[in-house]
């Protein structure tokens, strides 16, 4: 394709959607300052109940790093060189400089005898992509034939300009510390720069000590370590008035302008008088002309007469409408504020809505998203909760990951390996039901996995067990009152379970706790040991928990009982709380806190009775060994503990 793409979109060199080949070219565009919000996106994900592996993505996206800027005079200049470091303790084994090919000062500070061979490095430089130049394994450089001065031994060092430094991040000038850095002295080795070691180590030949250390041949603060080393030599660069200290972020601001039709329209218009101004917002929004032309060049679709000539808001003379659309990922950042009240047409956001309904109780998207929507949607919601359009900075407190379905050979799903699996397929040979269950059963939500026919077929004949099950006819033979009130536990512990295990996204569990149930329930059946009403009772709730996950079984179910209205309009089951607790539990003895055995006891049982039951089992198994009890702690339902002598 020929559109902008921000960084986020460009994955190992191509665009993302198409995967065209990447090329730089310098164009005017539009960005959001998203680095401004760095800080409070960080902080916020402290606030919210993300995946770990969402966090870390985005805390490693946005890159925050702690260092020192340094300033190194030019020789034979006035302008200084900016550059950032976390590592201000090497300051004493820099040995030279390397700037980016796109840096404003090459031209400024290459020498006549290197002009040549500078500019020839440059263009070619111009070509590659960052990633390529990132990627190439052996470093390129020139020398520029100018020197800068280290602040620190006044010594002169050589400026080269080499291109595995990016303009992008940083200020595109780094000083280069060979002996304590890799890729510093690979290029250092290559083109036969000075190497001087500044911290105490072993250094052998074709190694580099890149950890901190005590510093050596660094004059006065020969000795320090580590932070305090960073510190004193911070400090001594701010009173020279040298340096001073500076947070550093890897997150870029966000562009998005883009080449495109199907874009919301960048509400701005260009004046001649005037320079840029923002469409009214009375005139907002702007909306897309219908019937246009769509070609290949490249120029944006929107060039269009009707489109783009306009009067300027202020001085009403002929301006034009900014032709570039939005990066889609804008729209998708903010659509959910929408949801509340899709019709309100006074803005984009119905305060009174978004009050009632937000924050989202669970969010729910696929990990691949970590560091473009997931990142966007809480920019825009920082931004829009600071401009008071929101009442709250993080509105999507829970998100959840959906795992990968893999094909039954465990790989990835591709055409070309040949392992697509259709779900379409499936749902037409043994229906919807089936396919939704098995995937909800193949394994926690979060995890995926490969499609396994043989567990497919083992879902669908637990779909039609159930259908047989729910649909026969049931017979009372023996009544059993005691299985009868069993069953009821059963069904309100199911209540519970289900409850519980759809809230959490933990699918496979409650489809686990559905398959105990009807093993139960074919028991009862068989001996006919519950009356009519309680059968009738555990079916139709049967109906209704499944509904979530096999619609249309549940239905079917439902209306073979005797229901005439929808199971999918029923209320939720309640479990009663007395129901679900358990009967009996596992007593613990301890002796001065320590394990020493355990017994059975009824549920609820107070504490003077199970203190009578521990004190007879130790009367048998002695775990005080004869010692003098001076006093027993009774934890009910868990645990009774003798303090001996
Ligand atoms: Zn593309
Ligand atoms: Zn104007």
Redesign the pocket.
Known sequence: CHTTLANEQVIHGVCERCETKVERKNLKQWYFKTTDYADKLIKGLDTIDWPDRIKDAQRNWIGRSEGTQIEFAIDGHSDALTVFTTRPDTLFGVTFMVIAPEHPLVDVIISDTQSAAVSQYVNLAGKKTDVARMEEKEKTGVFTGTYAVNPATNEQIPIWVADYVLMGYGTGAIMAVPAHDERDFEFAHKYGLEIKQVIEGDVQANTVHSGTGKLINSGRFDGLEGDEAKKEITDWLKESELGQTHTQYRLRDWLISRQRYWGTPIPVIH?V??GV?GVPETDLPVVLPLNQKIDSTGRSPLLDDSFVNVQ?P??K?D?KRETDTMDTFVDSSWYYLRYPNPHYTQGPIDHEAIKQWLPVSTYIGGPEHATMHLLYVRFIAHFLYENSYIPMAEPLPKFICNGLIMGPDGNKMSKSKGNVVDPDDYVSKYGADSVRLYMMFMGPYDDGGPWDPQRFEGAHRFVNKVYDLATAQYKTQELNTEIEADLEAKLHKLIKKVSEDIGEAHFNTAIAAFMEFTNTLTKVRQAGSVSADAWKQSITLLAVLLAPITPHLSEEIWATVGNTESVHLQAWPKYDEDKVKDDVVTIVIQVNGKLRGEFVATAGTDKGELEKLATDLNQKENFTKDAEIVKTIVVPNRLVNFVVK
Do not use: K, N
């Open positions: 004046c008088g005037c101004v300027c202020h001085c003379g301006a």
